[in-house]
C-alpha cells in the first residue's frame, strides 16, 4: 500500500553563513521537533557573531523556482518566511505562495540582526504589510519590528494591545509580539488570537542571544505541522526557545550566544495528535 507523504515544514529566508539564525536555525529546529525541514532560500549573508558583511540576494525568479520545486514534490504542512530583503522578494514570494495551497504561514518580519545591521529594506516595511500580513495565520514581531510596521510606540502592555490590534486589521490571523526587548526579570511573550489575549512568561537569562526569533518561528512551525493548536504550539515553541538559550554556548570570538538547537522540545509534544496518520 503506497502512504501518502508525511507533512514538512518549510522556511523561507536567508542564509545565515555562522549557523546561528536563518535557514540553518530553522532546518536545525524542525530536525528537533521530529518534522522534515524544507527550504528556500532569499539571500546569502557573510556574516559571524560579530557582524554581516555582505548580503547577495537571491533573483526573485530562483525564489519562486524553489518553492514551485518544494510544492510539487512534498506536503507542505506549514511554512515560515523570515529575512526577505526587499520588496521584489516578498513580492516574489507572494505570487508564489498564491499559486499553490499552504494550511499555514507564520512571518517572522526580520528587520535588523543582533548585530545591528539591517536585513530589511525600509521600503519594504509596506510590502510586508500589505501583501504578506494578510496571508499570515500568524506574525511574530519583536518589539522594535511591532513598532516599525504600525508606527506606534510600544512602553507598556496596553500599547501591545493597540499594535497587536493594528496587525490584526492588516490581515494577520494571530499576533505574538516578543517581549524580549522590554526590561525586567521575566520576558513575557503576548499572542493576540480568536479574540483572546495570552501570555507566555519565563525569568530572563544572563545570555545574548543569535536566533532567539528565527528559532521561535519555526518551533511554532513545527508545531503546526504537527497539528497542534495555535496556543499550543506557542508555549512549546517559547519554552524550547528558553531551554535552548538556556544552553546556548559561543562558538565564534564576540559575546554572542548560539543557541542549543538539540536540546527537547517540551515532554509529550512530539507525540503525534490523536487521528494523524
Known amino acids: 500500500m503506497t502512504r ?5 515544514a518549510l522556511t523561507v529566508a536567508g542564509s545565515d553563513s555562522g549557523g546561528g539564525a536563518g535557514i540553518q536555525a530553522d532546518l536545525k529546529t524542525f530536525q528537533a521537533f521530529g518534522v522534515h525541514g524544507l527550504s528556500a532560500i532569499t539571500a546569502l ?22 518553492l514551485d520545486a518544494l510544492f510539487d514534490d ?16 516578498i513580492r516574489a514570494v507572494v505570487r508564489a505562495l498564491s499559486r499553490r495551497h499552504l494550511p499555514a504561514l507564520v512571518v517572522d518580519p526580520v528587520m535588523i540582526a543582533t548585530s545591528g545591521a539591517a536585513l530589511l529594506d525600509p521600503r519594504a516595511v509596506d510590502a510586508m504589510r500589505d501583501l504578506l500580513l494578510p496571508r499570515a495565520a500568524l506574525v511574530t514581531p519583536n518589539i522594535p519590528e511591532a513598532q516599525a510596521l504600525t508606527g ?13 490590534a493594528d496587525l490584526l486589521d492588516a490581515g494577520a490571523q494571530a499576533v505574538l509580539i516578543k517581549g524580549g526587548h522590554r ?24 545570555r545574548r ?39 546556548a554556548y559561543r562558538p565564534g570570538r564576540s559575546k554572542i550566544d548560539v543557541l542549543d538547537h538539540a536540546v527537547k522540545p517540551p515532554a509529550g509534544f512530539l507525540r503525534r495528535a490523536p487521528g494523524d496518520d
Open 4 to 8: 501518502s507523504p508525511l507533512p514538512s
Open 45 to 66: 549573508t557573510a556574516q559571524n557573531t560579530r557582524a554581516v558583511t555582505a548580503v547577495h540576494a537571491v533573483p526573485p525568479a530562483m525564489i519562486e523556482a524553489q
Open 74 to 89: 512534498f506536503s507542505i504542512g506549514a511554512a515560515k518566511t523570515g529575512m526577505l530583503g526587499d520588496a521584489r522578494t
Open 152 to 164: 506606534r510606540t510600544i512602553r507598556r502592555a496596553a500599547d501591545c494591545d493597540r499594535v497587536a
Open 183 to 206: 526590561a525586567g526579570r521575566t520576558v513575557v511573550d503576548r499572542l493576540y488570537a480568536g479574540g483572546r489575549e495570552f501570555a507566555f512568561e519565563h525569568p530572563r537569562l544572563p
Open 209 to 247: 542571544g543569535h536566533g532567539t526569533g528565527c528559532t521561535l518561528a519555526a518551533a511554532i512551525t513545527a508545531g503546526l505541522v504537527l497539528k497542534r493548536d495555535l496556543v499550543a504550539a506557542c508555549d512549546a515553541a517559547t519554552r524550547y526557545v528558553h531551554t535552548a538559550l538556556n544552553g
